[in-house]
Structure formats: C-alpha cells, structure tokens
C-alpha cells in the first residue's frame, strides 16, 4: 500500500487560484522527499499519493468543484492531455447546520468538530461531538480511538482543562468505559503536549534554515515574510519552502507562495 500525502489547506475566503496554489505546494513537496530519498537517480523512489483538502469557513459563497482544469476554461480540446489534472477535495462548513449534518454519524463528529472548532464553540459543546462517535456503533477501540482524536482538537481550537474534556467524555460516555476512556484520552493528551512541543521546536528550525537561505541569496528579508513564516504550523508545507527558498530566484516569488 502506498503512503499518502494529505495536504489540509484553510481558506476563509473564496480562491479561483487555490488549485495552482496546491499544485505547487504539494509539487515542491514531493520534489523535497525526493531529493531526501537517497536514492533520486536510482528510479526506486515512490512518491506518496498526494490528496488535496480545501477546508472553508468564510461568509462568502464558493462554489465548491475545485478541478485544476477549472483554471483554463478555453482549453482547447488538443491540449487537455498535456495538462495536469486533479479534483481537490472540498469542504464548505458554511453549507451544514447543526442537526443536519451530512454523512453517517462518523462523518458528523468530524463535521461538527471542524465547525464548532471554527465558530468558538468546540469545548462547550465537546458532548455534542462526541455524541455522533457514541451513535456511530463501532466498537470500543474505535470509539476510543475517535473521541482521542477529536479530543486532540482542544489543543488548537481553544484552551481547555482536563477537567473539561473529562465531563464532556464521561457525559456521553457511562459507567466504565467512560472511566476508561477519559483516562485514555488523557494520557494521550499528555503525551501530544510533548509531541506538539518537539513540532514546534522542529517548525522553527524550518522556518531559521528558510531565513539563513533567503538572506544568503537576498541579504534582506521583509518583515512581513518573517511574520507570514512565523505562523507556519504545516511542516509539510514548510518543507516545500525551504526547498523554494534554495531555488527562487526572487523574494517577490517566494512572497507569492506564502500567500
């Protein structure tokens, strides 16, 4: 089975470009595995399978058929072939309402985590998320496994105690398998803190071998590129720039990439 290559992007407005924006941030992606492959000339290398999410949660309305075809809407029939293609998959949580969401109830719990984590409201309203996991009739592990991944979502949409967490899990969840799980999902918490820790160490030293390389070739280095790299918390994506950082020829191209 091959590995795959998820790239997540956030859009909280309407992108006609966002394909080509894709394209090249998974492209120079896959070029950087490659080249840290060890092995580029040997012909051995398989690259992941790149699957492109565009996540929206803006007030504007977007369409949401993104195909890299889109881009070139005179193409003539004669060229089509030479010219990538690719569907991006796309999520407009401006289109679900709570107690309409799309999909079996596993499908929900992710739905409604992304929208409460988007409008403020994840943590007060954990119970409902997890409400959808518990209807899903999975099995224990794999409910387990849900609730400790949406949990893991309080680490980035808001500040939330154990305290919190615990209630939410045990009010969805009885007796002693609600017991179980909030100790499970805690200790797993736990253990990401560390993790997200080391990324964040390991985000910085990107975004420092991304600096040391731009002010190399250009001694100089806009503020706002520093801010824009600052906010950085793909890796993936960071790697893709400091691949460019190694190959553009301009800061204004590298400046257009991280818009």
């Not at 969401?101 to 984590?117: C, F, N, S, W, Y």
């Amino acid at each position: 089975m091959s590995e795959v290559l998820l790239h997540l992007e956030h859009k909280s407005r309407p992108s006609r470009t966002v394909a080509l924006q894709l394209l090249a941030e998974v492209g120079l992606s896959l070029h950087f595995r490659w080249l840290l492959s060890n092995r580029p000339e040997s012909g051995n290398f398989v690259p992941p399978i790149p699957i492109m999410v565009v996540v929206y949660h803006g007030s504007e309305d977007w369409d949401g058929e993104i195909w890299f075809h889109d881009l070139f809407p005179n193409l003539p029939e004669r060229l089509r072939e030479f010219v990538p293609q690719f569907r991006v998959i796309f999520i407009n949580l401006r289109r679900f309402r709570y107690g309409h969401l799309p999909g079996k109830p596993e499908t929900q719990a992710i739905v409604e985590a992304l929208m409460r984590a988007t409008d403020g409201t994840f943590i007060e309203q954990l119970p409902s998320v997890l409400q959808h996991v518990a209807d899903a009739g999975q099995n224990e592990y794999l409910r387990l496994d849900m609730t400790r991944t949406i949990s893991s979502y309080c680490t980035w949409a808001a500040h939330a105690t154990a305290e919190q967490i615990n209630r939410a899990i045990t009010t969805v969840f009885k007796g002693q398998e609600g017991i179980n799980m909030a100790e499970a999902v805690q200790k797993s918490i736990i253990q990401e803190g560390i993790e997200i820790g080391e990324t964040r160490g390991e985000l910085k030293g990107r975004i420092k071998d991304i600096l040391t390389s731009l002010r190399a070739k250009f001694q100089y280095v806009p503020d706002e590129v520093v801010v824009a790299l600052d906010k950085r918390t793909d890796a993936t994506a960071l790697e893709s720039l400091v691949a460019l950082a190694a190959t553009c020829k301009s800061l204004e191209e590298f400046a257009n990439a991280l818009k």
